[in-house]
């Protein structure tokens, strides 16, 4: 399944949580902000929000990795644009 990943600039303090538990995912700016990888789908850097493929082992990772961020500041969206984490 495809899943979008988004965050939220303004929210991130650059904690690194995320980044610890899913490397292959995330990995912090030169301001330590968390960036989005592309997973090697899709041409370009690192970016706020990205649409990636995943398997349910990493979509379980991503998940871990989202929680992890003391500031919620990581969004996840399945392909019906429901939102997985936070929950609503």
Not at 40 to 63: F, H, N
């Amino acid at each position: 399944m495809k899943y979008t990943i988004k965050v939220d600039e303004d929210l991130c303090i650059g904690a690194a949580s995320c980044v610890t538990i899913d490397p292959g995912t995330f990995v912090l700016n030169d301001e330590n902000k968390a960036y989005v990888l592309d997973h090697g789908e899709a041409p370009g850097g690192p970016s706020y929000e990205r649409t990636v493929e995943m398997t349910d082992e990493e979509k379980d990772q991503l998940i871990l990795a989202a929680q992890s961020c003391p500031t919620l500041a990581v969004f996840v969206y399945d392909e019906a644009g429901e939102q997985l984490y936070p929950e609503v």
